[in-house]
C-alpha cells in the first residue's frame, strides 16, 4: 500500500521568511513524487517532479529516500506563494508509471506581508 | 486545448436526489480520475478508467456511487441517492501514458457539490 502524509494542515510565515512543506512517504517498490499546488479559485497543477530536479518559482524539493521524505522548500516566501500545497506519489515499475497518484491531505501556506 | 472540463461547476441538490458529474478530458489523454476533496479527508481518489476502462473503484465509498466512460471524450460520476455527507467538491483528471516516462495529471475546474 502507497501513502503520503503532510503532517501540517495549516502553515503560516511572513514575506521573506523560508518555508518548509513537509511530506512523507511509504512505498514499497520505486516511487515517483510530486507536489501540486491549488491557489485560490485555481484549478490544482503540477508545481514540480522529483525527477526533473527543477525548481519551479523558486520552490525546490528532495527526493530522500532514506528518510522516505520529499519536502518542499523555498528560502523566501512571498505573498502570492499562499496557497494549498498536496504532496503525491505514483508508483511505478519497469519505468512504466502506474498512473495513480496518491495525495497527501494537503497543507494550506499563508505568507503574510 | 481547454484542458479538463467539468460540468456543472455548482450543484446544489436535495438529500435523495440523483446527481450526474460530468467531464470531457483533454483530447489523447488515455488515463482519466476522479477525485473527492473535503477539508477532513483532503484529495481522495475515487476511480480512474485507463483508454476507458475502470481500473481501480476501490475509493468509491459505497454502491451510491458510479462511475463510467463510454468513450474517450466523456465520463460521468452519479450518486443516487445523494446525501448530506456527500457534500464536496469533485475534481475529474487526466494524463497521458508513456513507458519510461511520467506524465502530470490534468485536473478540471471541478464541481462543488452541496447536498441538503
Known amino acids: 500500500a502507497q501513502r503520503v502524509t503532510q503532517p501540517e494542515k495549516l502553515l503560516s510565515v511572513f514575506k521573506g521568511a523560508p518555508v518548509e512543506l513537509k511530506c512523507n512517504y511509504s512505498?514499497?517498490?520505486?516511487?515517483?513524487l510530486f507536489w501540486y499546488v491549488q491557489y485560490s479559485r485555481q484549478r490544482l497543477q503540477l508545481l514540480l517532479r522529483h525527477i526533473s530536479r527543477e525548481s519551479i518559482k523558486g520552490f525546490t524539493a528532495d527526493l530522500n529516500k532514506g528518510e522516505t521524505s520529499f519536502h518542499l522548500k523555498k528560502p523566501f516566501a512571498q505573498e502570492e506563494d499562499s496557497a494549498m500545497y498536496y504532496c503525491?506519489?505514483?508508483?511505478?515499475?519497469?519505468?512504466?508509471?502506474?498512473?495513480?497518484?496518491?495525495f497527501g491531505q494537503g497543507t494550506i501556506l499563508t505568507v503574510h506581508p | 486545448d481547454a484542458g479538463v472540463i467539468q460540468s456543472p461547476r455548482h450543484e446544489v441538490t436535495e438529500m435523495g436526489q440523483e446527481v450526474t458529474l460530468r467531464c470531457k478530458p483533454i483530447s489523447g489523454h488515455d488515463y482519466l480520475f476522479w477525485y473527492r476533496q473535503t477539508m477532513m479527508r483532503g484529495l481522495e481518489l475515487l476511480i480512474y478508467f485507463n483508454n476507458n476502462v475502470p481500473i481501480d473503484d476501490s475509493g468509491m465509498p459505497e454502491d451510491r456511487f458510479s462511475a463510467k466512460m463510454p468513450n474517450a471524450s466523456f465520463s460521468t460520476l452519479k450518486i443516487q441517492p445523494s446525501e448530506p455527507r456527500d457534500s464536496a467538491v469533485y475534481f475529474c483528471a487526466s494524463s497521458l501514458s508513456g513507458i519510461g516516462l511520467i506524465y502530470e495529471q490534468y485536473f478540471g475546474p471541478g464541481t462543488r457539490l452541496t447536498v441538503t
Open positions: 503525491a506519489l505514483s508508483g511505478s515499475a519497469g519505468g512504466t508509471s502506474y498512473g495513480k497518484l496518491t
Open positions: 512505498y514499497s517498490g520505486s516511487p515517483e
